[in-house]
Nanobody, 121 residues
Framework: QVQLVESGGGLVQPGGSLRLSCAAS????????MGWYRQAPGKQRDLVAT???????NYADSVKGRFTISRDNAKNTVYLQMNSLKPEDTAVYYC???????????????WGQGTQVTVSS
């Protein structure tokens, strides 16, 4: 089973920056797409950004031009650089990976535990 460890959340003022990291470890055959989602209180969990193994990216319209997703395949880690943060970016951010099991070779989704990002003055 793959384990995901997220880090980098916190409190930041509007206009500030944060960098989230999500490292995958444990037993797995291969990581496919990796991404970030967020969930604000009382709202559904929404896509923020995804990145394929080849580096193709997809962003929510609300974060385009401000957030950058990247990955280090050698470290099995995905990053989310968040710039020009706004109060409406406040949410719990979840890492998600599409992973193949080392035992069955079947693919499944794995979620991280979430990390809080609060943008406030």
């Amino acid at each position: 089973q793959v384990q995901l460890v997220e880090s980098g959340g916190g409190l930041v003022q509007p206009g500030g920056s944060l960098r989230l990291s999500c490292a995958a470890s444990g037993s797995f055959l291969r990581l496919y797409s990796m991404g970030w989602y967020r969930q604000a209180p009382g709202k559904q969990r929404d896509l923020v950004a995804t990145i394929t193994t080849g580096g193709s990216t997809n962003y929510a319209d609300s974060v385009k031009g401000r957030f950058t997703i990247s990955r280090d395949n050698a470290k099995n880690t995905v990053y989310l650089q968040m710039n020009s943060l706004k109060p409406e970016d406040t949410a719990v951010y979840y890492c998600n990976v599409d992973v193949a099991s080392s035992l069955s070779h079947m693919r499944y989704d794995k979620w991280g535990q979430g990390t809080q990002v609060t943008v406030s003055s």
